[in-house]
């Protein structure tokens, strides 16, 4: 028995390096098995994203007859958190404790909170859509009692994924930081592909107890995943909790101005939102856009966030590629927005006489391109960062990321509902409007970014030399 | 190591490392207590029991 087990993981661990992206991330010290084992906390964000994204999205509007503009502010409800992530991150890379535990405890936390939104929200929603006996109850206790489930939910990935990233970027060496990044954003897909596929199958035949069961058995799977993730990662350690004792830090607003000046770095976050805002904007209406439009069932509109998910995949496969062989990331990023010209240049034409084939394209296209922008930015805001503070620097691209994503879901949601309300326009006119100002967003975000390559005609030379500072920080890794 | 006057029997804990873990526990029992006292509540709403 045991055998079988070390030997299956020892193919899968030698299939990996071959088929994975960034899996020569890898050494001795930490195995391949660890790093992935520690991206299961990716898988379960990634779930919590498409639970809210996409299914949710699609049952609230569709199953429920939720108000689509009530579903858009309660969608928006996780992006109050997100500008905090900047905060969280610096937290955890000035974090004391007398364990000299840095990254676990916030992990912990937001796994404590995204579980609770996730035990709150079946029944919060129903409330909402006024089931049974909550007909006659005051409407503002299914509002306040959603947002807070979505909130909670909201809070906690922000806080895992911020913090886990920060923990996965401990574990390896400097130069490899974007590397273990991007193998965790690939986790982030992968756990966004199945989870989307299988919530889909789940919620086939539609009820309001099959609703409770996958929403409270996401928050076990959440919290069992996470713990699985965390276990034997960061040792206990009492010299590092005797230097996080005496250890002197700048405040948060002398830290973020530090990075925020260094130079183009704001020109970056501004490309960063533009770009974002651009492919954000279209999460939330594909699913109803295919729906509506195009007339595709629950369990269709489903598998087209797993489309979505796969093009982003070879988006950050193509990225890694390319990353590697020392091209400029803000070249790439510029690639990544320019792919998503044509993409939403197709998933418009699909409405207008393209058919459902051009649509596919169009969501795979854009997949691509949102894979590839996304990639290549965190890498250059990664290389632009000082050492010591990579979680303020995972933080603030996670911040201006998930804010604009965010604003851009809500924002889609709200367009629609008003040119909806205008006049006796046909059901596809708001969502091509939507897609417009998405086209719009990705012109800005190439216009703004195209004078931070032009004085780099000259790519710089890639691997960057590894300049260990032996000692000084070294992520402790015996695993005991 | 063995006579730090600091250390906590059975663990070996250390005394703020013990009170940490405890924190951890509290603030757990927290957070779960006042989630599941609003899931009763938003349950209680919908289809209400003993009523």
Redesign the interface.
Known sequence: MFNYRSFALRKLTSIGPKYLPFADVATDEVPLTRLLRLSLFQVTVGMALVLLIGTLNRVMIVELAVPASVVAIMLAMPLLFAPLRALIGYRSDTHR???GLRRV?YI??GT??Q??GF??MP??L??LSG????VD?PRW?GMS?AA?AFLLVGAGLHMVQTVGLALATDLVRDEDQPKVVGLMYVMLLFGMVGSALVFGALLEPYSPARLIQVIQGAAVVTVGLNMLALWKQEA?DRDR?ARMDRAVHVPFETALRGISSRPGMLRLLVVIAFGTFGYGMADVLLEPYGGQALGLSVADTTKLTALLAGGTLIGFGIASRVLAQGTEPRRVGILGALIGLPGFGAIIAASLGGGILAFLVGVLLTGVGAGLFGHATLTATMRAAPKGQIGLALGLWGAVQATCAGLAVALAGIVRDVVLGGAGLSVTTPYLVVFMIELVMLALAVLVALPMVAGTRKPQSGAPVAQQAAGTEQPSVEVT | MSDDPDKVWPTGLTLREAEEVHSYMIDGTRVFGVIALLAHILVAVSTPWLG
């Open positions: 404790s007398a364990l405890p912990w936390k404590m909170y579980f609770g035990a709150v029944f919060a129903l409330v089931f049974g006996e909550a109850a206790i009692a807070l206990r909790a």
